[in-house]
């Protein structure tokens, strides 16, 4: 089952070019980052292997056209939230990663609960 609330601040992104710090409860660990777009998410992902060899070329333009069709897509129901910068925490541990800007996919119906915002550690930077 999916938390409708959360749906529709998906189909937000994905429609509307929207997006919204939020930190989610997913199986005992809590995913803090940023929620964008699926366009964002794979045209950010795309980059990726953009210059790699021919086979990372052909990857890079796939996921150009998904994020594409997902945003061409008026389909009442959204399936996956994604998200940039994030991070994972498990317990009182520093989070996974603790470097770089990692995207993140997940199941809609696999999330248990949210909060709006994100978690700031003492090792995040303001900007």
Not at 20 to 32: E, H, Q, T, W
Not at 63 to 75: H, I, S
């Amino acid at each position: 089952m999916k938390d409708s609330i959360l749906e529709f601040f998906v189909q937000a992104a994905n429609h509307h070019d929207f997006s919204l710090d939020i930190s989610l409860n997913v199986k005992g660990a809590v995913i803090s980052g940023t929620m964008v777009s699926a366009k964002e998410y794979f045209n950010t992902l795309s980059e990726t292997f953009e210059d790699g060899n021919e086979t990372a070329k052909m990857l890079s333009e796939q996921f150009v056209k998904t994020g594409e069709a997902v945003q061409a897509n008026d389909d009442s129901e959204a399936y996956f939230l994604h998200m940039k910068d994030t991070k994972v925490y498990c317990g009182d541990s520093k989070p996974t990663p603790s470097k770089g800007k990692i995207l993140w996919r997940g199941k809609l119906s696999e999330i248990d609960g949210f909060f709006l915002g994100k978690i700031i550690d003492s090792s995040d930077k303001e900007t």
